[in-house]
């Protein structure tokens, strides 16, 4: 095990679950899931509604990404490889974008947010 795979691990059940719903949901695109807290924040259409709040998760965001850009690395890939491996401390991933219904993915646009809807 790495030192990656180790912070991954660590992560608290908050900072996983955002995680793997980047790599899931959002198919690694930090921005897009930003953007879509933002416009649940501003009260406009959003994908995905998080059981936590918003400012706590955009701060998690923020620590994620940064780690990512100070190591050169996509935690995304250990996400997945804790997910493949069975359950961990850093909490279980969501499905694979593939087992998503398509109005439930964000990348490739196959459904436009207005289309989704609140809450979805």
Do not use: C
């Not at 994908?47 to 400012?55: C, H, P, S």
């Not at 994620?64 to 997945?80: F, H, I, P, S, T």
């Amino acid at each position: 095990m790495d030192a990656h795979e180790d912070y991954v691990r660590s992560l608290a059940r908050e900072e996983a679950q955002l995680l793997a719903l980047r790599t899931y949901l959002y198919e690694g695109s930090w921005d897009d899931m930003v953007a879509d807290l933002v416009a649940r924040r501003e009260g406009r259409p959003f994908v995905f509604k998080l059981q936590t709040r918003i400012e706590e998760d955009l701060q998690r965001i923020e620590n994620l990404k940064r780690y990512e850009e100070e190591n050169q690395v996509d935690l995304g890939r250990y996400a997945r490889r804790t997910a493949e491996g069975g359950p961990s401390t850093a909490g279980e991933a969501p499905e694979s974008p593939a087992a998503l219904p398509p109005e439930r993915r964000v990348r490739g646009r196959s459904a436009s947010r207005t289309r989704l809807g609140r809450g979805r």
